[in-house]
């Protein structure tokens, strides 16, 4: 049985909460969700702002994103041995402390050294709060009102999204970027009280287990030297350079490592390999995570090219990028309550081909876009989003026995999570590449004999303007028309890897699901 069943340890079955106990509790597990869930998104719009003001590329800042999302990844497998180890409540309020500790340090860090570091120490003790929350809340409820229970914390995942880049952009415009993280003191601190003084009493059994520690190190080599080399790949010129071509020598030779000793370690491996036997899991997770790794990389780019290239404040952004949560609002309880009375591809079909039409309306922009053009697709996206994690969650655990329900949703999150993190280096480093390819093949038609260009440094110098300042005018305005080309070929490959995924999602043949949907996918 693998280690990551955060449920696994209870054969205790606390009596359901009533009353006013039942609905603090409720609020307070809710609470701790959207502070972990809004800083997935809360730092997207904060970016430009963030690299101006430690000296760095905004390249480079998007590490502040990764970061937190690998950390957070490797965290996730050992949710269920701590959860053995030291109990379900003071487990989850232990790590909503940290988290409080980890968000005070990334608002004081001096330089993006420290904040990625401080960065990494949030996403670690991240990892068990967004299973153990969804624990402690079905515990909370009779088995009736479970699916009341999912569809509250599901709104909870759902409406942290829409906040985050309308907080974290006006923070950003009118206070100062580290308040993005020191929102989350009291809210944690808050969050930590309520919880612990409703559920102490409700602990869950402990006991003394072995990890898997030579699993857990091969884990963290492979998956942060990949990250690493992702991330810095641009900057020190790919595999020209010796650290570049390092990295990606030990995270191939760790990777294979990692899956020889997890296939032979049957007895507590850190992740259950053998799940992948399954054709619905297999499928099931690589449709997941591929879509939201594509996904997340395009929600990081689209700030960044509004902030960078449209003139966009921070605040004005993330005023753009929260309507994507309005037709997941509405859509996701629909979706939750007939779900069991649809076939999950043909919702997840569904979810893809709105993906691609957002995706290939997108790659039809241009630099005179206005603000409903922007809009449109990021409304229609929320449809996309309420159809999307459920029927793929459902997909990936149908047909598996009930003690191997927990294994697979940690499993698959574990999956997700770190494609997410991926996802947002490849889109980066693409655009930045198909860029600067662009910027080329525009520069080398401007030529003192292009008649247009002439007449610019001629109309510009009558203006004022020194020869060298209107040279920089004019590539200035080539390199907006250059990253925006650049964002045009992210979305027109973003489209269409959605509409190969509407093809795979049909190898899996769904079963009716042993236990009811997990929807630890739904951030």
């Not at 309005?326 to 591809?345: E, Q, W, Y």
């Not at 449809?383 to 793929?392: D, H, I, K, R």
């Not at 200035?476 to 509409?499: E, N, P, T, Y």
Request: hydrophobic share 55%; net charge neutral.
């Amino acid at each position: 049985m693998s280690s990551m069943a955060p449920a696994k340890a209870a054969p205790f079955q606390p009596p359901p909460l009533e009353g006013s106990a039942r609905i603090l509790g409720t609020v307070a597990l809710s609470l701790a969700t959207f502070m972990n869930v809004l800083d997935t998104s809360i730092a997207n719009v904060s970016i430009p702002a963030i690299s101006g003001d430690v000296g760095v590329s905004t390249s480079q800042g998007t590490w502040v994103i990764t970061s937190f999302a690998v950390a957070n990844a490797i965290a996730v497998p050992l949710t269920g041995w701590l959860t053995q180890r030291f109990g379900a409540v003071r487990l989850f309020t232990t790590s909503v402390v940290l988290f409080v500790i980890a968000s005070l340090l990334c608002g004081l860090a001096p330089n993006l050294t420290a904040l990625i570091a401080f960065r990494v120490l949030q996403g670690a003790v991240a990892g068990p709060m967004i299973p153990l929350s969804q624990t402690l809340l079905l515990a909370s409820y009779t088995r009736e009102r479970a699916g009341v229970a999912l569809g509250i914390w599901s709104m909870t995942t759902l409406v942290a999204p829409v906040v985050g880049p309308v907080l974290g952009g006006y923070i950003t415009d009118n206070i100062a970027w580290p308040w993005i993280f020191y929102i989350n003191v009291p809210i944690g601190l808050i969050a930590a009280y309520i919880s612990y003084t409703i559920y102490r009493t409700r602990e869950t059994p402990t006991r003394k287990l072995p990890v898997d520690t030579v699993g857990l190190g091969l884990l963290i080599i492979w998956v942060g030297s990949l990250q690493i080399m992702l991330d810095k790949g641009k900057e020190l010129d790919w595999f020209n350079s010796p650290a570049i071509l390092s990295l990606a020598i030990i995270a191939a030779i760790c990777f294979v490592l990692f899956l020889v000793w997890e296939l032979l370690d049957n007895d507590h491996p850190i992740v259950d390999l053998s799940l992948f036997k399954r054709r619905n899991f297999s499928f099931g997770v690589i449709g997941v995570s591929v879509a939201y790794g594509v996904f997340f990389g395009n929600v990081v780019i689209l700030p960044l090219w509004l902030q960078t290239q449209m003139g966009y404040t921070a605040t004005e952004a993330g005023i753009m990028l929260a309507p994507v949560g309005l037709f997941a609002i509405l859509l996701t309880p629909f979706v939750g309550r007939n779900l069991p009375r649809m076939d999950p591809r043909m919702v997840a079909s569904f979810a893809f081909i709105v993906f691609a039409v957002v995706s290939f309306l997108r790659a039809g922009f241009n630099t005179q876009v206005d603000a409903a053009h922007i809009v449109v697709p990021t409304i229609l996206q929320g449809a996309a989003m309420a159809t999307f994690f459920l029927p793929l969650v459902a997909l990936t655990l149908s047909g598996l026995p009930g003690d191997r329900v927990a294994a697979a949703s940690g499993l698959s999150n574990f999956v997700r999570i770190t494609a997410g993190a991926i996802g947002a280096s490849v889109v980066t480093t693409l655009w930045d590449n198909r860029s600067a390819m662009h910027h080329a093949y525009l520069t080398e038609n401007i030529t003192r004999y292009d008649q247009v260009a002439t007449g610019t440094v001629n109309a510009l110098t009558s203006g004022g303007f020194t020869g060298d300042q209107s040279l920089g005018f004019i590539d200035r305005v080539l390199d907006g028309q250059a990253r925006m080309l650049g964002a045009d070929d992210v979305f027109w490959i973003s489209g269409i890897i959605f509409v190969i995924l509407i093809g795979l999602i049909w190898f899996a043949k769904p079963e009716r699901a042993a236990a009811p949907v997990d929807a630890g996918g739904a951030h």
